[in-house]
């Protein structure tokens, strides 16, 4: 290691170039680099790189989000000044390791066996003792004993100006200091591979090639030229969306302000994707059968990739990343939630669009456009979790749906603590977005799914933004195991005809016909309470009913002492008339009546606590997944890194130097042999540049072996 942290001394030059120089080979300089490349990794580990910036927006709020896209916090890696501080890093280092190397070389090859007797005494470990033979024998000994222990040795005579005698100079541990440059040309080697396989090369191809980001929509194969980059970059990495059945050679690089199209010397066909996975829903394998395409032979290569079982061709490396929809043939059928309007079938593909104006009459006139934004065929779910788990009931990794029901539209929250992880089938999530732009994201599962309420119920989920979790609104399933009684009783709540001739129906069973003034004020109350249940427009224009609409009611116009027995007689003669309602619907789609049983009681219950949430539904259609064709894509990354092997050359060297710094100990020894007679006299010591247990013992048993004495 060096002696000094400072840098190279220039002795000529203006003072600040001097200054400078010093500076940029210093080593604290390169710790100071090292120590912001390491907070901004983490930062880049902790904050998701890439994402579009709406995802910043929501999660961070604006102003952080236009911060972090100001100083590239959403590109780390990429970032210009991210780049900066590499290339100092690897300047710093050159001039480091050019600083110290030849120092180090010289070393490697003195013995210093010029040392004087007098500086031996002054180290640490130290021993002498009287030895039985002449000088030049014990000397030519004790260096036969050294070079035997795997040291090196280097015998010096001494005469008698320089004071007779015989200087035996050892050294061992050398590795230490070639640790130190092995270490050190490893950083260098990391970051130039980091610079070679990052976005330097094409950062260079954008300033001095003309190319630039795009940051339109469109087919690929309209984009312009100035937008693509060759096939022969050197450096890239992109990704790459391939569906069943279909080829592509261009993959997208991301940059901050656009995409650039790399184009490939191959054609990527995907013949099948497979997907397996666990109980919990996760996937524990996804591959790709692939068909490569040779653009200049024509050669068809089959290949399998999986995770952490990348193929290569010409140079690039393909990667499996991810997975995603191809596009898959979505059948729906639009169920409208206002009065008047009547269903209609839908077709459409994942990824696409269109517009809903005049359709059924639902949307009333105003522009609504349906965006098809994905398929889900396996949605494994928590429907026993305990109430307050976290999370967002969409992601099927994340299992946790039974909060996101628990905290749908309305009331009638109902909570277990029994884990229970179940495949409730396939869903579809879309948005419905405005003439102004704005959307809501809708999430709907195609099954009936048993949550524990004793019919099993439709779940409609809603969001206003992508940060927010799902809140589900609960549809009863009817004896069809479908939407359609539910739908045909909310309907009918919004015609007065229909609700007038349920409540006349209402009334005739539950008074005789000879009480017509009862008769008469039953029927108002009934009516009355069914107006209320369907809900007006309040004085602000927003829409008042439900339950909420009656409780209101209730408070406004009966006196608290007497508003507990009087709601318990509204509620029995508002699901006595919603019965009547659901008869009546019944009748009219030519089936026969509900029976008087516990389910049927069971689905009016969820019937009237979805029918009062239904009253906040944002929406005036509800989409219902009817049939569907899937179609998957992989999502490759494909990449060119030559810095590569630069790299896993400095990971080796670096392992390399490390373990020599810390693990090889660099030891000198002397032993000067003084004649005395026949006899002579050895005074030993030894330096080790650090000071350890193993090398106090080390020095206890040098000092018996060779000389025959005890250190002090």
Known sequence: MSDTTQGVQVRSGPQALRA?????????????LLTVICIASVIGTVLKQHEPAVNYVNQFGPFWAELFAAIQLNAVYSA????????????????????????????????????????????????????????????RRIGTLLAGGGWKVRLQQRDAAQGAGWMVAAKAGAANKIGYIAAHSAIVLICLGGLFDGDLIVRAQMLLGGKTPYAGSGLISEVKPEHRLSERNPTFRGNLVVAEGTQSSTA??????????????????????IVEHYSTGMPKLFASEIVIHDKETGAKTPARIEVNHPASYKGVEIYQSSFDDGGSHLKLRAMPMVAGAKPFDIEGTVGGSTELVGKGGATGGEKLTLEFTALRTINVENLGGAAGATGSGVDVRKVDLRESVESRLGAANKTVTKKELRNVGPSVTYKLRDAAGQAREFHNYMLPVDTGDGVPVFLLGVRENPADPF???????????????????????????????????????????????????????????????????????????????????????????????????????????????????????????????????????????????????PAPLVFELKDFTQVQASVFQVARAPGKNIVYLGCALLILGVFAMLYVRE???????????????????????????DGDREFVQLADKLIGARPH
Request: net charge neutral; charged share 25%; with cysteine.
């Open 471 to 617: 809140r589900y609104l609960r549809v009863p399933a009817d004896d069809q195991s479908s939407m359609d009684g539910f739908m045909r009783l909310h309907a009918a709540l919004g015609d007065p005809a229909a609700r007038e001739q349920a409540v006349r129906r209402y009334v005739a069973q539950a008074v005789e016909a000879s009480r017509p003034e009862l008769a008469e004020q039953l029927t108002q109350s009934a009516l009355r309470a069914l107006a209320l249940f369907a809900g007006s427009n309040g004085p602000e224009g927003k829409k008042v009913g439900g339950l909420p609409a009656i409780s209101d009611f209730m408070e406004a116009n009966v006196p608290e002492a007497e508003r507990a027995r009087a709601g318990e007689v509204l509620v029995r003669i508002l699901n006595g008339a919603l019965f009547e309602l659901a008869q009546l619907t019944r009748e009219r789609a030519g089936l026969k009546p509900l029976e008087q049983s516990d389910q049927t009681q069971t689905f009016m219950t969820q019937a009237v606590l979805s029918l009062s949430d239904a009253q906040i539904y």
């Open 80 to 139: 210009w000044w991210f780049l900066l501080i590499l290339a100092f890093l690897v300047v710093s280092t050159s001039l480091c390791i050019a600083r110290n190397t030849p120092k180090i070389l010289v070393d490697l090859k003195v013995y210093k066996e010029n040392i004087r007797e007098q500086s031996l005494k002054a180290f640490h470990h130290k021993a002498q003792a009287e030895l039985g033979g002449p000088a030049e024998v014990e000397a």
């Open 667 to 693: 030891r000198r020894v002397w032993v000067w042999v003084a004649p005395r007679g026949e006899q002579s006299h050895a005074l030993m010591a030894l330096s080790t540049n650090r000071k350890t247990m």
């Open 252 to 273: 997208i690089l991301s940059q901050s302000d656009g995409v650039l199209l790399q184009e490939l010397p191959f054609a990527i066909e995907l013949k099948k994707f």
């Open 20 to 32: 400078g120089i010093e500076l940029l080979s210093s080593m604290r300089f390169a710790i100071s």
